[in-house]
């Protein structure tokens, strides 16, 4: 499996994008989908994740604001009312049980004050 991630750009604060994670050479099957964000000189950490059932859980950072979902070949995250430390690299990530993780290539993130 190969993931693209696209979406990312540009935005004033306070607007919206909307990140897409396509599946290459296959299906998304049971495991649990994710984004996560790395800004400059901090760790990668998680900002949405979906199970296969389509449970899904935030950071507190994100509850409110983020909203991921996901179909058999797609994954999203719709991102509102952007603040500018939301600003940072988003990867998606696709976690299938008794299998390596898999990384999409990240998509750039700027939020302006």
């Known amino acids: 499996v190969q993931l693209q991630a696209s979406g990312g750009g540009l935005v004033q604060a306070g607007g919206s994008l909307r990140l897409s994670c396509a599946a290459s050479?296959?299906?998304?099957?049971?495991?649990?989908l994710g984004w996560y964000r790395q800004a400059p000189g901090t760790q990668r950490e998680l900002v949405a994740v979906?199970?296969?059932?389509?449970s899904t859980n935030y950071p507190d950072s994100a509850k409110g604001r983020f909203t991921i979902s996901r179909d058999r070949k797609t994954v999203y995250l719709q991102m509102n009312d952007l603040r500018p430390e939301d600003t940072g690299v988003y990867y998606c990530?696709?976690?299938?049980?008794?299998?390596?993780?898999?990384w999409g290539q990240g998509t750039q993130v700027t939020v302006s004050s």
């Open positions: 050479g296959s299906v998304f099957g049971i495991g649990n």
């Open positions: 979906i199970s296969y059932g389509g």
């Open positions: 990530y696709y976690n299938p049980p008794g299998r390596s993780e898999y």
